[in-house]
């Protein structure tokens, strides 16, 4: 794994005395639960992540904003209400990201409220599709003290990027990540640090190269790739990679397909993290799209209250006791190797 000087540096210069001993308070109360097999919490989390909207301007298939399939409430994200999750957590937090399900840059407030995480000495990162990076938005992009801007690349040709980016236009996205690149050295910036990440499927495997010339062409700092979850796999999926190390999924002799990874009764991020709804709701993770598992809802309760509280706890001793009986658990991947390949 390639080392990024200035991003490592960027983010150890935002680590405090409390941050760290919350870190290891959250650490030791994670391994202490596994060698008891009951849930023990010790710790704020090290992490957050805050969906900004539900909107999307995609229709990508295996997206329920692309599909507009949820059942939960659609919007975005309030400022003011974003500014007292941040006040009553930020302290403790190591990093804050800004996305769960939508498109962050269709929230007119988004780059306000990472100004304000940035101001409190949080390491901010968000994941965008990379269609609203014009000239403006990028140098204002910049100016918010964003860390980090993981940009979706699916394809390098346009073809091929519309089969999954559905409604997408490639030129679109590239000519974003160039304005992003500009506004870094219009203003001397290093921030924030620009990855591209190309979701590995079998319309775009062939052009994993390509994407690594198109990053370096136009001075992005990282490339990662990354293995796509599918909702149907069982029977096989045209989005499944022919080759098997960038797939999720594992053919199996009579044909029919299975999550690589074994379900592992222990999942760190009931430990270390959370995701927090546009519209306040308290889910385990992201592999809750639709806030099936409601933990609690900020709105009315403190958030302390909640990560401590009988409904997540009641979670974290249901995931010790068999992960595989928690439906959002079966198509899971935690610990699944992420391929991050070497910096262009």
């Known amino acids: 794994m390639a080392f990024y000087w200035h991003d490592t540096v960027n983010f150890l210069q935002k680590l405090t005395p409390l941050r760290v001993w919350n870190a290891l308070q959250v650490m030791a109360s994670y391994y202490w639960s596994r060698a008891l097999k ?12 805050v969906e900004p909207t539900t909107a999307c301007n995609l229709r990508c298939p295996e997206c329920p904003s692309g599909l507009r399939a949820f059942t939960r409430p659609t919007g975005n994200l309030k400022a003011d209400f974003f500014r007292q ?14 996305y769960f399900q939508g498109e962050p840059y269709i929230n007119p407030a988004f780059l306000d409220m990472v100004r304000y995480t940035a101001d409190r000495g949080l390491y901010t990162i968000t994941s965008t599709n990379g269609h609203f990076l014009n000239r403006e938005n990028a140098r204002r992009t910049v100016a918010s003290g964003l860390d980090r801007l993981i940009i979706s690349v699916d394809g390098t040709t346009q073809e091929v990027y519309e089969q999954y980016r559905k409604a997408g236009q490639l030129e679109a996205v590239l ?4 304005n992003i690149v500009e506004a870094k050295k219009e203003a001397g910036a290093s921030r924030p640090h620009v990855i591209f990440q190309f979701l590995v499927v079998r319309p775009n495997e062939h052009q994993i ?6 990053a370096e062409e136009i001075g992005v700092d990282e490339v990662k790739l990354k293995t796509a979850q599918v909702y149907d796999f069982e029977n096989g999926n045209p989005l499944i990679p022919e080759n098997e190390q960038y797939a999720r999924y594992a053919r199996q002799p009579d044909g029919t397909y299975r999550v690589k990874n074994k379900l592992l009764n222990h999942c760190w991020k009931l430990w270390h ?3 927090i709804t546009w519209d306040g709701l308290v889910v385990p993770c992201c592999f809750d799209k639709d806030a099936a598992h409601r933990l ?11 990560w401590q509280g009988q409904a997540y706890q009641k979670f974290r001793r249901a995931l010790l006791q068999g992960r595989d ?14 391929w991050e390949e070497e910096s262009v």
Do not use: H
Not at 175 to 178: I, L, P, S
Not at 296 to 306: A, M, N, T, Y
Not at 332 to 338: H, N
């Open 38 to 49: 009951k849930p023990v919490q010790w710790g704020m989390p090290v992490t957050i992540s």
């Open 85 to 98: 999750v941040v006040d009553e957590m930020g302290e403790r937090l190591l990093y804050l990201i800004f």
């Open 175 to 178: 000519q974003g990540a160039r």
């Open 209 to 214: 190269p390509e994407v690594y010339r198109l």
């Open 273 to 275: 993290a959370c995701v």
């Open 296 to 306: 609690g809802d900020l709105k009315s309760v403190p958030f302390r209250e909640i």
């Open 325 to 338: 009986q928690i439906d959002i658990c079966t198509n899971c991947t935690e610990g699944c190797k992420v």
